[in-house]
Structures are given as C-alpha cells and as structure tokens.
DNA sequence: CGAATCCCTAGTAAAATAGTAGGGATTCGC
DNA sequence: GCGAATCCCTACTATTTTACTAGGGATTCG
C-alpha cells in the first residue's frame, strides 16, 4: 500500500511545473536539479506524463516541459495513476473463482477513501497550501 | 498502491476463522481448501498472524488454528499491517533532505482516509454482511 | 508408539523496481 | 546551413520483492 519512488518522482516534477506559473518550458536537468532526481530516471517520468497529456515540451535552446493544461485542472491521482498505474487495492473477483467474499466491497469503500483525497487534490491546491505554509513558517527562502 | 497476494491470502484465512464462530480449531489444510490458498504458503501466514498475536494454534490430531480473540477485536488494517507491513504511502520526509514539501501533508490524509475504512472493519463485520448478501441472494443493487 | 498436525529453515523462479548508457531527432540563434 | 542545446528513444542491468516450493523436525493425543 505505497506509492512507488517513480511515483514521488513524478508527484515532485509535476509541482515544480505548477510552483512557477509561468509558460515557459522548464528544462529537465532544472527540475532534476532542484527535485533532487537521476535525471536520466525523470526523463522517462516526463516522456510517460507526456505521453499521458499531461505535460507539453519542446526541444532546442530554450525547451524543456511545462503543463498541459491548468494546475488546477490536474489531480495527484491522475499522476500517480499516470505512472503507478491503476490502483485498485485487491485484484479484482478471480474469474474462475465463485467464491462470493466480503472483501470486494470493502475494497470498494478503500478505493473512495483513497479517491476522495487523490482525485480532488490539484495541484494548484498543492502549490497554494506550500505557499501558505511558507508565509507564516521557516523563513527559508529558495526562490 | 495495491495489496500483496500475501495480504489478500491473510484476511481471507482470518475470515475463514471467523466465519465459523466456534472455538474449535481449524486445519491448515482445510482453510487452504476452502480460500483456494496454496496450504505451504498459507502455513508461513498462519505463523506470522500467530506471531503477530492475532491467532492460536494447536499441534496434533486435532490441532489447528483458531482466532486468539473475538472477531470484532480483529480489524482488516490489523492483518495487513501484519503481513504487508505499516502502510506509508510514500517514504517519509528524507533524513537528509530539507526540502519543504506539500507532499507529507497529503500523505497524511490518505493515510487517514485509508484507516477510516481497514481500521473500522472487522471480521465480524465482514461476516455480517456477508450473511446479510446470502440471506438475500445477491440483489446487486450497487451505487 | 505412531499418526496427524503445526513448526522451522532454506531455496528459488519470475517479476518489478530503480535506475544507467548511448546515441538520435529537433529547435533556434547566428 | 552550422552547431549547440535540448528533448527523445531503445536497450540493458543490478537489486529487491514476490510468491511460492522442499524437506524435514517438534508436539499432541489416542
């Protein structure tokens, strides 16, 4: 019941894109730089989460990635889904398998536990809270 | 962000002691037979749950397993933890690192949402319910 | 005793994870 | 058009985890 580390990966990429409103493309050895991630890794994490309509890019001098769309408009499940893959916490009813069991409803109810935070956190949220949190606490600046 | 085949073995084996509230115990071989669980892989969870405080065992001709306390003393977050290991979704915040994040924050929640529901079912809910279904027949009416 | 059962230690094939390596394709300023 | 900067693509690999299997040892009880 845990998040991969590509996962965090992708989580951490895809806020430093949102941390900066700004459109211009951010390259990756910036946001492997900052993150503190291989950058050969987030490489592949960038191209999955592009290849996913989440990010844009562009090459030459001045490329790098940027959001597809709004921050607001995408979720941390989306992300991890992305990258992770879907996750449903139990495989679900084996085919052959007659055996009528409890679980798969409880399974169920884990999946809109977990849904109701994953799927309605953007991360517009998420760069709004750390803004929050950096106003009124450690006066530790970094950009 | 799923649960082992390990996991999933335990809670049915739990549930297969609840189901029947008598204090005798019950063979491995026949809650292997019964959850379709591969009976070696199955004993190596049995001693783990024991070892865990959440079974009894007996050796001999009528020997078996058997739940160490009532049913709704037993919670699915309970075994999982047990088998699967304290579920942290992701890693938390690196020793060395002080990157200010808003990620430990929104693990938080998740976790708490998680254990709303592993940590507020027990076994003899799921058995409840599960008698409540068969009484009926399956009505699936769902949503 | 001896049959039935749990108990314990090891080993292991396959898959997933967390990367690394090396170069190819675009873009852009000049 | 050249060349530097950047993203893009394929392949490889070491380590760890998963899902078991094997083989016997220790207890219990009639």
Redesign the pocket.
């Known amino acids: 019941m845990d998040v991969?580390?590509?996962g965090e990966y992708a989580l951490r990429a895809v806020f430093e894109l949102s941390r900066q409103g700004r459109p211009e493309?951010v390259?990756?050895?910036k946001i492997a730089e900052r993150q503190k991630i291989?950058q050969?890794?987030l490489?592949?994490i960038?191209?999955q989460l592009?290849q996913g309509g989440y990010l844009g890019?562009?090459?030459?001098?001045?490329?790098?990635?940027f959001l597809a769309r709004p921050a607001d408009q995408i979720t941390v499940g989306d992300i991890l889904r992305q990258i992770d893959g879907p996750f449903q916490p139990a495989k679900r009813p084996f085919a052959d398998e007659p055996m009528d069991s409890p679980f798969p409803e409880m399974w169920d109810r884990v999946e809109r536990a977990l849904s109701c935070v994953i799927d309605r956190t953007t991360f517009a949220d998420l760069v709004e809270r750390w803004r929050q949190r950096r106003v009124k606490g450690v006066p530790n600046w970094q950009i």
Do not use: H, N, Q
Request: cysteine-free.
């Open positions: 991969s580390v590509k493309p390259k990756i050895a291989p050969k890794f490489e592949m960038l191209a592009k890019s562009r090459r030459g001098v001045d490329g790098g990635y």
